[in-house]
């Protein structure tokens, strides 16, 4: 990169954030946050995640303007534009109930719109290569759990078109004037199945505590906002039809899960045999 990190003082910083593997800072000007990595994870992942940030802003889609590479000494992260006052869509319908169908009607548009433009393939990953590339590296899954997901890549077209990578309503946030796309890190083109398989099990299949931890919202509320994207996002109405599409979502979960669980577990073992069952399950690599 071109780019050099510049060294922050956290004494200027509030910490407002705390993810798996970053914590976040919000300046104490008010118009700034740093997201930095936790230590030990190299300055290539913030340079990896910048570099997505800064092409999708650079696209248009809209998204807090990244600003630059920084450093407290330690630890490596970028700086972006902090927008006050924002809360995502999740908090808006967990604070505001009548809110659900107008904006899971809206959050239907706005992630048809992503999927509907076409992505800069010179300047971002291709989805199916992230995964592929991930999963042969995932020492500890079982060959055949493996070969299987594999497989089922080679059968899915490299679409060129964009994805969020996180698709939910927590990762759309609003001032009440922009509508803002966040957690962009993992921006990426390919089918939209990887998108919305995700977003089908998040808002159906979590268990109650996790549903409220993540989008403090119940899981029957979720539920609901995805009857409403859903009949929304394809534009029908045919409930046979609907059904249809989820189970057609049902490898590209199995092989999302896995390319997540080996991020988190690689060299740490095996995921465990409730997983494995279901990725074999969904991958039809045993019976219903």
Request: glycine share 6%; with cysteine; charged share 25%.
């Amino acid at each position: 990169m071109s780019e050099e990190y510049e060294h922050i003082c956290l004494d200027d910083y509030i910490q407002s954030g705390e993810g798996g593997t970053a914590l976040s800072y919000s300046h104490k000007d008010g118009k700034t946050l740093a997201k930095l990595f936790m230590a030990g994870m190299g300055a290539e992942t913030a340079e990896r995640e910048f570099l997505v940030n800064r092409t999708v802003y650079e696209m248009g889609i809209p998204t807090p303007r990244p600003i630059r590479l920084v450093t407290d000494g330690t630890r490596f992260g970028a700086e972006y534009e902090l927008v006050s006052g924002k809360r995502s869509f999740a908090r808006i319908i967990s604070q505001e109930p009548e809110q659900l169908e107008p904006l899971s009607v809206r959050f239907a548009h706005l992630a048809r719109r992503i999927h509907d433009t076409p992505a800069d393939t010179t300047r971002l990953p291709s989805m199916k290569d992230i995964i592929r590339a991930q999963i042969v590296r995932y020492t500890d899954v079982p060959g055949d759990v493996r070969e299987k997901a594999l497989q089922f890549l080679e059968t899915v077209p490299d679409t060129p078109t964009c994805l969020h990578g996180d698709l939910h309503i927590g990762n759309i946030i609003t001032d009440g004037n922009r509508t803002l796309w966040i957690d962009v890190g993992d921006f990426a083109y390919g089918v939209p199945e990887w998108d919305l398989c995700m977003m089908f099990y998040s808002s159906n299949y979590l268990s109650e505590q996790r549903a409220m931890d993540i989008f403090h919202l119940p899981i029957e509320v979720l539920r609901q906002h995805w009857a409403v994207f859903a009949k929304t996002y394809y534009g029908i109405d045919d409930q046979e039809e609907l059904r249809k599409r989820e189970q057609a979502f049902l490898p590209y979960y199995a092989v999302k899960m896995l390319f997540i669980i080996s991020k988190i577990h690689n060299g740490f073992g095996a995921p465990s045999d409730m997983i494995l069952s279901m990725i074999r399950r969904n991958l039809g690599m045993v019976p219903e």
